[in-house]
Structure formats: structure tokens, C-alpha cells
């Protein structure tokens, strides 16, 4: 399309400057369309013929250097090949046209200078013009590359810092839980170890991978929950419900772990009868939801200094990885149930379009 523009730009200018250039002299204009193609397509050719040999000696000196590799030769050798790249071109279009033609129009090299200097500065300028034009889009498109890869690369930093401060949070936060089960029951205790340890293996194995399956998230919860119900017996009623459609979805890693211990040791803990606590996958056109509900004490039954023991900290982390991984697209709501002071429901919401699944083996 552009060499196409070039020949019928350049053609136009040689026309218009022929006498009766559309009446009688039309086998004229013809042949002259006919030698601005033949010239426009060997300059091309010869320039990026010159171009991609000096890009591809250049990167090889660079790679024996232990250099990155460039997409072109550079505006010192650029000019070069421009200049060669269109006498030699000229020279071999003009010979085509008169081969096509039967014409005998004379090349650069059997003209005096100024007509030969004329005609290759008009056959330089397209060349020079489509050179700064490729050059400043490519500069663009590797800058809109780079800063696109750099965002990247601070995501994927921001989400991996995140992660590396949830997974001792929670190790933490167990860890206490068993300090406390060891003065009032030993055997208890033991049993909670036991748990604990099949726990990490299993949780830090997975959290090591940037994502995982829904049902793997499931799987950790459950041994969590077991770990729990070793300290607090009937008080904790656990109920996950995970339909089979969205089981291989791609997750990231712990992103439902704050949110169930908050919802023990905010909601349950405090209650004396304990309680149920429901953790739900479900769709909704588009958008995931993820949901975890406990009928405990409630929000408005929550210590006035609730935030600075732990729940802050949970919902901070995970609204901070649903932002770095998926953007306003998702994101983590904190409601309080209908009926006062029975609990709390935090809600996840993610787009589908942006979790990939996986197909379990067989």
C-alpha cells in the first residue's frame, strides 16, 4: 500500500509535468507509471536489502559481546544503505522499466551531475521520509512495550511482597492458637500439631505457584478448618460448598485464608455458642463470587479495636492482591447479616475472562 502510494505520488508530479499528459501522450503517462513502479519497488528493495545486512552483522558482533540485539542498524548506517540502497535501486528500476517498456531511458550513471544529482534526490526523499516515519513508530511501540513490562514486573513484585507477608501472618496466628491449646489440653495440643504440620506442607507447596485450582483452595481450607476444630470442638460448624463447574478455575493462592480466620476469630471465637461458618463458590453472569459467612457475634458486636488485631490486616492484603492481579475488576465487600449482631459476610467478586482452567488428569 505504500509503495503503491509512493509510485502513484511520484507519477502524478512527472505527469502533470508533460504537455497533453492525458490526451495523445497517454502511452507516455503509462510507461512513466510503469518506470516510477519499477524504481520505487528496487529502491525499496535494495534499502531494506542493505539495512537487514547491516542489522544482522551488527547483532552479531553485539551478541559475542554479550549486548542485547537491535531492530536496526542505526541512523550512521541507515543514511548509508539510504543512499546506496537508491542509486543501486534507481540504476536496476530504470533497467527493468526499459526492458518492460522497449524504452532506452537513461540511468543516474549516463546523465550528466545535476540531472543525476536531481533524480536521486527525488528518489532519496520517500526513502528518508518512510525511514523517520518506521523509525519513530518502532521507538513508540518499544517504549509502550517496555512500560507495559515494567507495570508488569511491579504487579508481579507488589503480589509476590503480598503473598511472602500473608504466609507467615497466618503460620503466626496458628502458632498462637496452639500456645494456647497446650496449658489447658496436652493431648489436644498434639493432636493440633499433628494437623499443623500436614497443613504447612500442603500450603506451602501450593502458595509457592502464582495460581491455583479453586478446588486446592478448598482442599487447604479444609485442613485449616480441621486444625481449628482440634482446639474448638462443636463450636466450629464449617460448610463449604465448591460446584464441580468451578472447580478448576485459576486462583490466586490463600486469597480465602484471611478471610476465614477472621471470620473465627472475630465472629465465632467471641460467641460462646460458637457457630456455622459458610464458605460458598458460586457464578454470577460474568464475575466469580467467592463468599465466606459466619454467624458469630456480628460486626456491630466486634471490639472497637478489632482492626488493630488482625482484621485490618487481612482485608488489606486481600483487596491488595484482587488489585494488583486483576484491577477494578475485582474486589472484597464486608457486610454485616440482616438480623443484628449474627454475623458477617465477606464477599469476593473476580471476572471470569481473566481465570484461566485447567482439566484435571485423568
Known sequence: MIIAGITGFMSLLLTLQTPDAFGRNWQRTQNQWLYCLCVTLGCSAMIQLLAQACTVLINLRRTRQGLETQGWPGWPLM???????????????IELGNVLTGG??????HVNLRSAAGMLGVSLLPGLALTIYFVGKGQVEAARTQAQTAQRLAAENQLRLLESQLEPHMLFNTLANLRVLIGMDAARAQ?????LIAFLRATLNASRSGSHPLREEFARLRDYLALMQVRMGSRLQPQLDLPAELAELQVPPLLLQPLVENAIKHGLEPAIAGGLLQISARREGDQLILEVMDHGVGLSAAKPNAEAEGTHFGLHQVRARLATQFGPGAGLSLLALEAPGHGTRARIHMPLSALTQTHPAP
Open 79 to 93: 543514511l548509508l544503505c539510504l543512499l546506496l540502497g537508491t542509486l543501486l535501486g534507481y540504476s536496476l528500476g
Open 104 to 109: 532506452n531511458v537513461p540511468g543516474l550513471f
Open 191 to 195: 493432636s493440633m500439631l499433628d494437623h
